[in-house]
């Protein structure tokens, strides 16, 4: 197997180093994103972006919904876990992750709050399992001993499966029989296709250019299981939320804003908006994968945040030993009080 892949117990290790955040660090890095001296609010939010895709973000800023409010970016993110850990330490001054992984990062004393949702599930965008068209898979029992490719470990793609096994009657003696394994998702056809895993996850524009080359069905997806929801959501550490009161909100605004406006718009408009974004930016970046874009997936109007969208993960984590069960409840986690979009 490729040394790019790594095992599951040595991913997992990695996963939890990467959210055992110190407080001294989050202390320390919280001092950077402050506003001026005199009082004054940041008006530039430093982030991260993903090559060859439009975020929110990007697209609120492109449609003048942030006013004022600039974007800086510094770089591309690898992960959620990686994007909100650099949020928490002052590097960026907001990040996005599976809102499992913002659980995992608040359960560890970062101090940080859940602002807006900006991805999710329903008929368009979603993950799905699928193994090979003649592969000999066809329930969760007979995923024993197998391979599952996925992103990133102890995050939404693992959370899923482990979902789909018990719903399904599979005890955790014997779930625990079913190996998990980070795959880029760049190369996770590919892999699975060379036999080098039994299942792979994809989603998005990767999943329909798989599907669409033939070869390959799918066991399941997380619409399949869970049906519509929200996902992931945009952090901002608690200390910068009250420095900055009304950046804050026109940022959250503005993106709930973009949300509405690529619900509401014909997708062959919003397309041409995202290419148009991403050919400004001169990265030179392949733009021919936004031809596969559907949704951004968020479920509830303007980005709001429910309580559900974080308990189903606080039980998950619960179960797993991960959190202790009772530590936080879903209130603490995420705020809707700076989204003014529907409002006045």
């Keep these: 197997m490729p040394a790019a892949f790594t095992s599951t117990t040595t991913s997992r290790r ?12 989050v202390s320390c890095g919280t001092a950077t994103a402050r506003g001026g001296g005199s009082g004054a609010q940041v008006t530039t939010l430093k982030y991260q972006g993903s090559v060859g895709a439009v975020t929110l973000p990007e697209l609120a800023a492109d449609l003048g919904y942030l006013g004022d409010l600039k974007l800086e970016w510094v770089g591309n993110t690898i992960s959620g876990p990686q994007d909100i850990q650099s949020a928490a330490t ?10 499992g ?17 900006y991805y999710g599930v329903d008929e368009h965008s979603y993950s799905g399992y699928y193994v090979l068209e003649d592969s000999p898979i066809r329930s969760a029992r007979d995923l024993l001993g197998k391979k599952v490719g996925m992103n990133t470990l102890g ?18 003696a014997d779930s625990s029989k079913v190996e998990s ?6 190369n996770t056809d590919q892999v699975l296709r060379q036999k080098q895993i039994d299942v792979g996850v994809l989603g998005g524009v990767l999943r329909d250019k798989a599907v669409a080359a033939g070869g390959i069905r799918p066991l399941f997806s997380d619409f399949d299981l869970l049906g519509k929801f929200s996902a992931g959501s945009y952090i901002m550490t608690d200390r910068f939320i009250k420095e900055n009161p009304d950046t804050v909100r026109t940022f959250v605004t503005g993106v709930a804003k973009a949300i509405e406006w690529a619900r509401t718009t014909p997708r062959e408009e919003v397309v041409a908006r995202q290419t148009e974004i991403v050919k400004k930016r001169g990265r ?15 479920a509830e109007q303007g980005g709001r945040i429910e309580d559900k969208e974080f308990q189903l993960w606080l039980d998950w ?11 936080l409840t879903a209130a603490d986690l995420y705020t809707n009080e700076f989204n003014g979009f529907g409002k006045g």
Aim: hydrophobic content about 45%; aromatic content about 8%.
């Design 101 to 117: 992984a913002i659980v995992k990062l608040a359960s560890s004393k970062a101090p940080i709050k859940a602002v807006i949702s």
């Design 284 to 298: 030179n970046e392949d733009t021919s994968t936004l031809q596969y874009w559907r949704s951004y997936g968020v």
């Design 14 to 25: 990695q996963f939890l180093a990467l959210l055992g955040i110190s407080a001294a660090a």
């Design 155 to 172: 995050a939404h793609s693992q959370a899923v499966l482990d979902i789909y096994l018990s719903r399904n009657g599979l005890a955790k």
């Design 90 to 99: 002052g590097q960026t001054h907001f990040g996005g992750a599976f809102n």
């Design 317 to 327: 984590l619960g179960e797993r030993g991960d959190i202790k069960q009772g530590q």
């Design 181 to 186: 394994l980070v795959v880029p998702p760049v």
